[in-house]
């Protein structure tokens, strides 16, 4: 995305050079290009994943919402500190590979598992 950046800014530039557009035009385009470019950034960070475990034997829910930022290291802890979790049947390198498609992108319900015992775990990117 950086490069992207830079290189728009560069062809911007190149066009006030050549006189193609005015230095006020320019301005205007990379005034433009940095609003956009800061958009489109804090719609990324403001993206949330949400894990709920719900085991209706023990009657005990485990809701976490994590900033995607916290993804990996927040599924690790969950991990490890929820026994509802472990007992779903999903490993560490199921996290793995959930961690890995959200970092390609992955949104919406990523996990739906319904176990025999009525337990449910959903994992979702929002």
């Known amino acids: 995305m950086k490069n992207d950046f830079r ?3 560069m062809q911007i530039l190149k066009m006030v050079e050549e006189g193609k557009i005015t230095i ?12 956009e470019t800061t958009r489109n950034t804090n719609k990324n960070n403001a ?10 034997d023990e009657d005990s829910n485990v809701n976490v919402t994590l900033p995607i930022s916290f993804v990996n290291l927040g599924m690790k802890l969950a991990y490890k500190f929820s026994p509802e979790l472990k007992d779903t049947g999903l490993d560490e390198s199921d996290f793995k590979d959930i961690y890995e498609a959200i970092k390609n992108g992955a949104e919406g319900k990523i996990v739906d598992i319904k176990g025999e015992d009525g337990e449910t775990v959903e994992i979702t990117v929002e």
């Open 47 to 56: 993206r949330w994943l949400k894990i709920r475990v719900h085991d209706p």
């Open 7 to 9: 290189e728009e800014k």
């Open 24 to 35: 006020e035009e320019g301005v205007n385009l990379l005034n433009a290009l940095e609003t």
